[in-house]
């Protein structure tokens, strides 16, 4: 026997009227705020920056100290980024129920968004002397900026119509290209002519990390402006003296109920959890592996960075558009299995030509994964649940363990060979598997029906996974 449901904790952005302009302009600009993080402090000038100075530390090895082990430079790196994902996907099923059931989706965003912003201007300080707290502070940046994408991501079904969370999707992640490229010109001007300024080059590239930080917490105002306000906890939800960390569990708790009847959002988890540990350590770790496998030159690496942004715009919309044909499943499907071609050619890569052309094919895809990857979730997850942000805290775990995987695997494996190229080739398996799982939602419909022991309020209609037919 179906009971009627309790009132949604987040029943108040129930009434946000879909594609609304403003609204939609200003949730892309969050990207165009945050994507300067990826790309300055993960993929471009702060790998370079971190490799000068454990360098300088160790010359010869590359081995420097840390809390009293010795660690190779470039592990250390990888390891640090996969404690931080590691301590969000501790935390971020909790956090975002609660704020599912407090009502409270932008108050916790802009905590995250903060305390990222705050720790890359904080990495002002790193040199030499202080490694081991810019490790920490590094740290805190990455919990920052993947602690905010989950409330953000948890906007888009809330703000956009089904037909339109492609193009919206793409449109975001076209703004974060553009935005951190401006960014990081702006960069590397004052790094290459830090003379002009009277600084010297460990300086003005410090000060792009200031910048980085000021950039992003500056530009979330748009987004912070035009989002819905926090409606707050609705007036039929249950209340109770155990207070709100007891009701967060509460809250995640029903999403997992829910998550028992959904056989496709539980397949396309598997998928995208697979095929996203190759993706995301490809690009935590190309940077480093230009610089320590093929010894390229600052410059090259920083050229190819702009690069992978350009084409990645492209990519995007080219998937999107794709999606719209042939349907989101075998779209990413395609994707995967040109991610598994890149990881053969990483294997024989050399400087030069080659690379070159390697880095656009990454760009042409790394874009079109990642936002066919939100918007297919959103697709997927009930219409119109209450529980958007703790809905979308289980893509986020997803992903952030499979960079804590994909990146310890990646690190060991080149710790243990000496070579990271052997590491790029095993992120193969990765891709097959994530392929394997994503065929596995061929022809079906992407939203599962509702079944009897779903907590639903009503039947929502199935989202197909193919394009319809034209005249």
């Known amino acids: 026997m179906t009971t009627a449901a309790p009132a949604a904790p987040d029943a108040g952005f129930q009434n946000i009227p879909k594609d609304d302009k403003r609204i939609t302009r200003g949730w892309t600009f969050y990207d165009w705020a945050n994507s300067v993080y990826p790309l300055v402090i993960t993929s471009s000038i702060f790998p370079i920056y971190w490799g000068s100075v454990t360098k300088e530390l160790s010359p010869e090895t590359d081995v420097v100290s840390f809390l009293g082990y010795q660690v190779p430079g470039s592990s250390l790196l990888t390891y640090a980024i996969s404690a931080a994902f590691l301590l969000i996907a501790l935390v971020s099923p909790f956090l975002t129920s609660l704020a599912d059931y407090s009502g409270r989706k932008k108050l916790f965003m802009q905590f995250f968004c903060y305390l990222g912003a705050a720790s890359c201007a904080a990495l002002y300080l790193f040199d030499k002397t202080t490694l081991v707290m810019s490790t920490f502070i590094f740290i805190a940046a990455t919990v920052g900026f993947s602690g905010s994408i989950v409330f953000y991501n948890s906007y888009l079904p809330v703000i956009s119509s089904e037909e339109k969370f492609d193009s919206l999707s793409a449109r975001g992640f076209s703004m974060g290209y553009i935005g951190s490229v401006l960014l990081l010109v702006i960069c590397l001007g004052l790094i290459m002519g830090h ?277």
């Not at 243990?416 to 193969?428: E, Q, W």
């Open 195 to 471: 003379e002009t300024f009277g600084l010297e080059t460990g300086q003005a590239t410090r000060i792009g990390f200031l910048l980085t930080g000021v950039w992003w917490a500056g530009f979330a105002q748009i987004p912070f402006a035009t989002l819905p306000k926090d409606p707050g906890r609705a007036a039929g939800a249950a209340t109770s003296d155990s207070g709100w960390l007891l009701n967060g569990f509460r809250e995640l708790g029903k999403v997992v109920a829910q998550l028992k009847h959904l056989p496709n959002l539980k397949r396309f988890l598997l998928a995208y959890f697979t095929y996203n540990m190759g993706v995301q350590t490809v690009m935590y770790v190309a940077t480093i592996f230009g610089d320590k496998e093929l010894h390229l030159e600052s410059t090259a690496l920083i050229t190819t960075i702009l690069l992978l942004q350009l084409v990645g715009i492209l990519g995007a919309w080219l998937f999107a558009m794709l999606s719209e044909r042939i349907g989101n499943t075998r779209a990413l499907s395609w994707s995967v299995f040109i991610w598994m071609l890149i990881c053969v050619a990483g294997y024989y890569v050399q400087a030069g030509w080659s690379f070159y052309a390697l880095a656009a094919v990454i760009g042409l895809t790394m874009g079109a994964i990642q936002s066919l990857s939100r918007s297919t979730y959103s697709k997927i997850i009930p219409e119109n649940t209450p529980n958007t942000a703790a809905f979308f805290s289980f893509f986020d775990v997803t992903e952030k363990l499979s960079i804590v995987i994909g990146t310890a695997v990646f690190g060991v494996i080149a710790q243990l060979t000496g070579s990271m190229r052997n590491s790029i080739l095993s992120l193969i398996v990765f891709f097959v598997l994530g392929l394997v799982f994503l065929l596995t939602l061929r022809g079906k419909k992407l939203r599962d029906e509702p079944t009897a022991g779903a907590e639903a309020s009503g039947p929502p209609p199935a989202t197909p996974d193919v394009a319809l037919p034209t005249a």
